[in-house]
């Protein structure tokens, strides 16, 4: 499905960037969003980034869409008018 080996997600499994659940019968199986995760991971380490660094990258990118989600959803909320509560 992400055109990678096994070897490569379990290398990132144990840079512990994605962990996939198990099924009965012990294979290993990933959401969408940590194949999203993966392929992105794929990408950089395509382009020369080693294994543990493109893990991190990804980490940060994950954690500053994040942030941003955070901060237009706080926007959002600053630019509602407020209703008093006091009669």
Known sequence: MLGTTPAFLRAIGEARL?????SEGGHRR???YQLRIAARARELVDQGTSVEAACRIVVLEDQLEEAQRMNE???????Q????TDA
Do not use: D, G, K, V
């Open 18 to 22: 994605i962990t996939p659940l198990r």
């Open 30 to 32: 990933y959401s969408r």
């Open 73 to 79: 959803e706080l926007r959002a909320a600053a630019s």
């Open 81 to 84: 008018p407020q209703h008093s």
